[in-house]
């Protein structure tokens, strides 16, 4: 099935710019979506997906190119990163269902986002594009759900980073959602991932092609990109999984290590890791996003005093919270944490600990884990 990104944009004049956190007005603003299925006259069977951290707007399917992501568009994002899930007869089922997803504001994939042109200067934003909160990004497709006429979806689902803006839009706009489906996240970044994500952001920083994020007429900083997504890939996989995907040969480019040698192919493994991502994202967007990620906590952006507070007005929704035993990205107790957030706001609940050997990236490896929940959830009416 060959699918294709379409662009929205809007806020070409003041009254319609996107409204930050912190009070400034942003326009214009574009987002780059893709859908999947049809949407009723009733307009009732929409389901919103939000992506994790490096995906884009293409669940499933095969979308050969999109404009105005120059080479990062390659072979990797071709088939959409949710496609074993997603689809006519899957477990979201695009025959009974309409699925949209959109890139994320900040995003390198065809929404606005640090390597757009800013139109005041007709130069990338770079280190110019504003800081972002989580809460930024789900109110950044509200038009867009607008222009589709849908005001209530069905259900909403992400995985990742993406079950934090999942969590997001169902506690801020409750009545924009019935079902809601949060895969392998949290409620709020914990001691754990605030120090990693740190790391990476020093990493982004200090490499001296950064300039500050004004980059873009220049070398950009790979090194530094490369370094950050091998201090993050170390929680996306087990062990176990890591393992299974290496091989003997150990490589090592001159430019790299002046004086360690790489001698395993373990260290081959992940340094492997941290340079096929350089081919395929932003190192601003993915600042951005780390940075939002680490000052994320529910309550404390809806100014709420405790989670009973946050779910105050979701009594109508019903939740699938699913938790995976192995996970180092988000550990079981933080999804316990959000489960347990949850009952004690009373809300209709169904949580399932899925058993892999797999870690965080299950969700993206193994749908028959999840499937049989999932449709039921959204087919039972």
Request: with cysteine.
């Amino acid at each position: 099935m060959e699918v294709s990104t379409q662009f929205y944009t809007y806020g070409d004049d003041a009254d319609s710019c996107l409204i930050l956190h912190d009070g400034q007005d942003f326009g214009p603003v574009t987002l780059a979506y893709e859908t999947y299925g049809t949407l009723t006259e009733a307009k009732d069977n929409a389901i919103l997906v939000f992506h994790a951290l490096s995906g884009s707007q293409h669940v499933c399917g095969f979308n050969p190119e999109v404009p105005g992501t120059a080479d990062r568009w390659n072979d990797e994002c071709q088939t959409g990163w949710w496609d074993d899930f997603v689809g006519p007869g899957k477990t979201i089922d695009t025959d009974k269902f309409f699925v949209i997803c959109a890139n994320y504001f900040g995003g390198c994939y065809g929404s606005t986002g640090p390597s757009s042109i800013n139109p005041e200067t007709g130069k990338e934003y770079g280190g110019d594009f504003p800081q972002i909160s989580f809460g930024d990004i789900v109110d950044s497709q509200l038009p867009l759900f607008d222009e589709l006429g849908i005001t209530t979806f069905h259900a909403a689902i992400g995985s990742s980073l993406g079950g934090m803006m999942v969590m997001n839009f169902a506690a801020r706009y409750p009545e924009r959602v019935q079902r809601v489906i949060p895969v392998a996240t949290g409620l709020e970044s914990t001691t754990l991932t605030r120090v990693h994500n740190l790391e990476q952001i020093l990493s982004i920083e200090n490499d001296p092609n950064f300039c500050n994020g004004h980059y873009y007429d220049g070398p950009a900083p790979l090194r530094g990109l490369a370094l950050a997504r091998m201090i993050s890939h170390k929680t996306f996989v087990s062990l176990q999984a890591m393992e299974a995907r290496m091989t003997d040969k150990c490589e090592q480019e001159q430019d790299e290590f002046s004086w360690y040698k790489i001698r395993t192919p373990l260290e081959s493994y992940i340094l492997h890791q941290g340079r096929k991502f350089l081919k395929r994202f932003d190192a601003n967007t993915y600042l951005y996003l780390i940075a939002g990620w680490t000052n994320y906590n529910l309550a404390r952006d809806m100014g709420c005093a405790d989670y009973k507070e946050v779910f105050a007005d979701c009594g109508h929704q019903k939740y699938l919270v699913f938790s995976i035993n192995s996970d180092c990205c988000f550990y079981p107790d933080e999804q316990q944490f959000l489960r347990d957030s949850l009952y004690g706001a009373g809300m209709n609940l169904e949580y399932v600990s899925v058993t892999s050997d797999k870690g965080h990236d299950s969700f993206l490896l193994e749908p028959e884990l999840y499937s049989e929940p999932i449709k039921r959830m959204l087919e039972h009416v």
